[in-house]
């Protein structure tokens, strides 16, 4: 068992990394798979029917700003503290995330820690599926859970409103990034979600989350994830606003950035279920 020399429990751990470290009294691991309607896969049932042991259940959707109509959006501090609690995550933990699908929702959760101002938090790199395929022990039993007293540090810089969005689209002072896939960001496929117009925000740059992960569902080395943002044509030494459909796979992209050693990015919390939805925002078709 060799942990990669790219492992770092801030960002991105390897499946080697966290079977050596799983019985760490001060780890955390949090199951934070969600999926989309037309994936047809049911997260919560898949936790309770297996997940890596100790993992507690995060869910993104509950554990989310629901005074807003938008779709989870980032919880308030306090959600956020009592959820932890409850869940028996706290203040010393070194926290591991994985989903379902690879590396997909994690990402998000780990922004969403980073934005309460919580360092050590890291995504399983390959997820669930490369932990069941090399065949590491798994359970269906939920965890003991114990309370722990949690303190949050909310860092604003980490998160962008639609009014910060249309001023850095304006003003060109900021490289937005479209972590969707390219015939939605051409505006040429339907947005899954109904009601909102085709296309993208004037000025971004197409990212599709799936060209930073490698066949297996990790992330690619830093190295290539330079390439891959040089590429699509993206100016790295410009702060980063990365964007998607709901704010999930932005936060892919956001994770690609902080491993290539770029602080200076945030994630665009409404993403396209808002800017779609308004007739006043401007909207870009095509390349």
């Not at 599926?129 to 798994?138: H, Q, T």
């Not at 964007?243 to 796979?249: A, F, K, L, Q, R």
Request: hydrophobic share 40%; with cysteine.
């Amino acid at each position: 068992m060799t942990p990669s020399p790219l492992d770092d429990p801030k960002t991105l751990v390897s499946t080697d990394w966290l079977a050596k470290h799983l019985r760490d009294p001060d780890l955390r691991v949090l199951d934070a798979s969600w999926y989309l309607p037309a994936m047809a896969r049911d997260a919560k049932a898949e936790y309770e029917a297996g997940h890596i042991p100790g993992a507690r259940f995060f869910d993104i959707d509950e554990i989310s700003d629901q005074r807003s109509n938008l779709p989870h959006m980032a919880p308030p501090s306090e959600k956020f503290i009592s959820r932890m609690r409850a869940m028996g995550v706290g203040d010393g933990h070194q926290v591991v995330i994985y989903d379902g699908f690879g590396l997909f929702s994690a990402a998000r959760v780990w922004w969403t820690f980073r934005l309460m101002g919580k360092m050590d938090v890291a995504v399983l790199d390959g997820g669930f599926p490369k932990w069941k395929a090399e065949g590491r022990e798994i359970e269906d039993m939920p965890p003991i859970v114990r309370d722990r007293h949690m303190t949050v540090s909310r860092q604003n810089q980490l998160v962008k409103d639609v009014t910060q969005v249309a001023h850095a689209a304006k003003l060109g002072e900021a490289e937005i990034l479209d972590a969707r896939g390219a015939p939605r960001f051409r505006g040429e496929a339907a947005e899954p979600r109904p009601g909102l117009r085709s296309g993208h925000i004037p000025g971004s740059k197409n990212v599709p989350f799936g060209d930073v992960l490698n066949a297996d569902g990790t992330m690619k080395s830093p190295a290539d994830l330079k390439a891959v943002f040089e590429g699509a044509g993206v100016d790295l030494k410009k702060p980063a606003i990365t964007s998607c459909g709901s704010g999930v796979t932005a936060a892919v992209l956001s994770l690609a950035l902080e491993r290539i050693g770029h602080r200076n990015h945030a994630l665009y919390d409404g993403s396209w279920a808002e800017w779609g939805m308004y007739d006043d925002l401007k909207v870009a078709t095509g390349a």
